[in-house]
């Protein structure tokens, strides 16, 4: 398998699952799922590849193991993103920027969480980085917990298993073996379909209700605890 020459060695997916295994897959899962830090992991095409390696034997662990395992982990790390931004809320808008954190990726996830209410949960799955942000955003808004637990199992069952299977089914194909760094960059790409048409959607349903009212606290603004995804 050829490396992914988009960044330094240590992001390279196969680098990264022959070094760490199984273990190192499922931290870096959880921390992208919800911790800060996590952001910047690359875990579409890690998924992907761990589906490969499975299917042609270079990773001896079940499938069907992997595939609960990294549900697990990415349901996990979206609980305590979700409870760090409950616990942080607000003043989490007011932190400076440094070299690991960015104000404006955080204004992204709450325009996103804004715009699309819980269902942005299993959307953001898909889409690095704001994947990261939307439990922690949720949290923040004070999003009803049930609702939160249900919308995180999905997404994290759709992406988690979905990706790895992707990478499973597609193991055996010599195509894939050849063009793995084109395959890789596809991933990333089409990781934003999903928001291309809810963003799609939304426009159109503008341009029918010109006059309809933004959401509380308008797009732009910190969400605040009981807003519209509050527990009633």
Not at 94 to 109: G, I, T
Request: proline content about 6%; overall charge positive.
């Amino acid at each position: 398998m050829t490396s992914l020459a988009l960044g330094p060695s240590w992001l390279d997916p196969d680098y990264l699952l022959q070094t760490f295994g199984l273990v190192g897959l499922l931290i870096i899962v959880f921390a992208e799922s919800g911790l800060l830090i996590g952001f910047f992991l690359p875990g579409d095409s890690l998924l992907f590849t761990t589906g490969l390696l499975v299917t042609t034997g270079k990773l001896d662990t079940p499938l069907w193991l992997v595939c609960i395992l990294v549900v697990f982990a990415a349901v996990l790390g979206d609980q305590v993103g979700y409870l760090f931004g409950k616990k942080v809320g607000p003043s989490l808008f007011s932190r400076p920027d440094s070299k690991l954190f960015k104000q404006e990726n955080v204004e992204k996830a709450h325009e996103f969480f804004e715009k699309y209410g819980p269902k942005s949960l299993v959307l953001a799955r898909f889409v690095p980085i704001v994947r990261t942000f939307t439990p922690i955003i949720a949290g923040v808004s004070g999003m009803n917990y049930r609702s939160f637990v249900t919308f995180n199992v999905i997404g994290g069952t759709l992406w988690g298993a979905g990706v790895t299977l992707l990478g499973a089914a597609l193991g055996n194909v010599a195509f894939v073996h050849q063009h793995i760094e084109l395959i890789l960059v596809a991933i990333v790409l089409v990781s934003v379909v999903p928001i291309a048409i809810e963003f799609l959607r939304a426009r159109s349903k503008a341009k029918k209700n010109p006059s309809a009212p933004e959401g509380p606290g308008g797009p732009g603004q910190a969400p605040q605890r009981g807003g519209r995804h509050a527990k009633r």
